[in-house]
């Protein structure tokens, strides 16, 4: 917000310095030469960030908070330094004379260190120009040295890990119970409370409450499955790294995997929770050949297995329900249409006496209340009861059950489980640690194509985001980049300018690429919109350099090479102001801890990484490109 007004207040203070011009007349001077710039870096910072609003899915909700955000306070920005900007400075600025330095107006006191940080800043601007004549004069060396920049970009950038968004601490865990099959809900209940004990005696410090409950889980309502809620203490009292989600669930897991005849799985919530529940991958195993369900049951277990075995991924387990016994009832339909029985009071009866109805109201106390119906529970326990139903056929006459129907004992799956029509099974994982959810996601796909033909893969949840956030990466890149190039084409209707600021991106980019993978961040969507950030800060220093170089050559009469080295002697100070604006303002999100650090952290580091290399190695390379472009097109312009 404030890189604009810096820009319009650098230039009219160095005008009334170096020519001695009164505050208005230097106003008017500095906005001739710097509004076309101004309105060029609102646009770049517009467009760059334009296409994000029209991305569809999750991903696209994220993207269009900032891309609003960011555009309406550009563009105020803008405004603000056309208009109000020039308005303070040609009132507030005291005139000084010709060849004045900042240093004779400060404070008594201070005019030593202004002095001193004087002669500092002009002999190193000094030495910056004598550099830049250098790399002028060596173009193919700083050419090779560019493809070589260029190049490692590349590299690193292939080689981050991938992922959809930073794992939050959002002050809660997650224990999933499995027991195994045919366990009672009290068995359950047992070892819920083991679980919840654990929390409250061994992480008092961390954990606040729990809530155990038995009988339903993540993988659907069954005796044998239950889970634990853990709530974590407020921020302010885990300011410790061993209190926090992660560490207690590492903790947890290794105490809780003593437990025998359980198994019981800790994790906190993924960061968008509408999107699943547990971090790491969300992974279905689908049955596309038609091999069937013991098949498919085999594939899981066999998959399972193979994970187990992998080091890249860890807690991996079936989110789903073990077959279990069931009791099959076979319907003779010809002897029962021959008796006069219709199907469905068949079901009807089978679902009234064993599991229960709803068949009317009845008015208590002012009070409507629904009626059900069911068999008494000693004549529904077991299989032998179906011989005492009777079924009411057409004739009015009562048919025993056992005249048309047999049962025998198998086994089948307790929940139907479907993924795009296909049959599935849901399997929950987590990447070893130093390790993303896009590696993991890779191993899980590789390890499938170990398992025997007519097995497929699909992601859901955040996975599915990850993956499509994935592919959107590359076309927001791209469209950003080219929108960029068109606004410049259009505002400054020349090739050259476009095309020397173009030339500057990566140059910015391979900064964000380091310092997100010296923290071993993954590539994930707060990593992009800060990458997009870093494309507009990097198009904004090249502009500086480029426009001014251009109006030298245009209005100053000078040569190319002159103009150049002036551009950069002249607009060096406002870059470095700007950058050190903009760096030390994102500063505090790379290095935040507390409730959405992760998220802060992502963005600000590889903001941080783009703002140094997008200063430091732009102000060099940019007056290179614009002389290389200048020569190819200004000749045949001319």
């Not at 580091?605 to 290389?628: N, R």
Request: contains cysteine.
């Amino acid at each position: 917000l404030v890189d604009d007004a810096i820009v319009v207040v650098e230039n009219v203070e160095r005008i009334m310095s170096e020519e001695g011009l009164p505050p208005p007349e230097a106003t008017k001077k500095a906005m001739d030469q710097i509004t076309s710039a101004l309105v060029g870096i609102g646009l770049v910072l517009s467009a760059v960030f334009g296409p994000m609003a029209f991305f569809g899915g999750s991903t696209g909700v994220i993207y269009r908070q900032f891309s609003v955000t960011i555009i309406a306070s550009m563009l105020l920005s803008v405004v603000v330094a056309l208009i109000l900007s020039p308005v303070l400075c040609a009132t507030f600025l005291k005139p000084v004379p010709k060849g004045h330095t900042p240093s004779e107006s400060s404070v008594f006191f201070l005019r030593p260190f202004f002095r001193w940080f004087d002669r500092l800043f002009f002999r190193s601007r000094d030495g910056y120009v004598k550099m830049v004549g250098h790399v002028l004069q060596r173009k193919r060396r700083y050419l090779a040295l560019f493809v070589l920049i260029v190049a490692l970009m590349a590299f690193l950038y292939q080689r981050m890990p991938t992922s959809y968004l930073p794992d939050e601490d959002q002050g809660i865990l997650l224990a999933q119970i499995l027991m195994p099959t045919g366990s009672t809900m009290e068995q359950t209940q047992a070892v819920a409370d083991e679980v919840a004990l654990y929390f409250k005696e061994n992480e008092k410090e961390a954990v606040e409450s729990c809530l155990a409950i038995s009988g339903v889980g993540f993988s659907g309502g069954a005796q044998n499955n239950g889970m634990v809620f853990a709530k974590m203490r407020d921020w302010d009292l885990r300011d410790r790294e061993d209190l926090r989600v992660k560490a207690v669930a590492g903790r947890a897991m290794r105490a809780l995997s003593k437990i025998r005849g359980a198994v019981v799985y800790v994790f906190p919530p993924p960061s968008v929770v509408e999107l699943g529940i547990a971090t790491g991958f969300d992974f279905q195993l689908v049955d596309r050949g038609g091999i069937g369900h013991a098949e498919l049951m085999k594939a899981r277990n066999e998959l399972l297995r193979l994970a187990a075995e992998d080091p890249r991924v860890v807690k991996v387990r079936a989110n789903g329900m073990n077959d279990v016994p069931e009791f099959r009832i076979d319907v003779d339909w010809e002897k029962a249409g021959a008796m006069g029985v219709p199907i469905t009071l068949i079901h009807s009866t089978i679902s009234a006496a064993f599991g229960g109805t709803y068949v009317n109201d009845f008015i208590q106390g002012g009070r409507v209340k629904r009626v059900f119906v069911q068999a008494d529970a000693p004549y529904r326990m077991l299989p032998r009861d179906l011989e005492k139903l009777y079924v009411r056929n057409t004739a009015g006459r009562m048919v025993p059950f056992s005249s048309f129907a047999t049962g025998y004992w198998t086994s089948g799956s307790p929940r139907l489980e479907r993924f795009n029509g296909f049959p599935s099974m849901n399997l929950w994982g987590e990447p070893a640690p130093g390790r993303s959810s896009g590696e993991a996601m890779a191993v899980m796909e590789k390890l499938v194509t170990k398992l025997r033909s007519g097995i497929g893969h699909d992601w859901t949840g955040l996975s599915y985001q990850e993956r499509m956030a994935s592919a959107q990466g590359p076309i927001l890149y791209a469209f950003s980049i080219l929108v960029i190039f068109l606004c410049l084409a259009a505002l400054y209707e020349s090739w050259t300018i476009p095309i020397s600021v173009m030339l500057a991106l990566p140059l910015g980019v391979i900064g964000g690429v380091i310092a997100t993978s010296l923290r071993d961040f993954p590539n994930d969507v707060y990593f992009q919109i800060g990458l997009l950030a870093i494309l507009g800060l990097t198009t904004k220093n090249a502009i500086l350099i480029v426009q001014f170089a251009k109006q030298g050559m245009e209005q100053g009469g000078m040569g190319l090479l002159e103009a150049t080295l002036e551009g950069a002697r002249l607009r060096l100070r406002p870059i470095v102001m700007t950058s050190l604006a903009f760096g030390f303002g994102v500063l505090p999100l790379a290095s935040t801890t507390g409730a959405g650090a992760g998220a802060q952290n992502a963005i600000g580091t590889g903001v941080v990484g783009g703002v140094v290399t997008a200063t430091l190695l732009v102000i060099f390379f940019s007056p290179l490109f614009f002389v290389l472009v200048e020569r190819v097109f200004g000749r045949k312009h001319k």
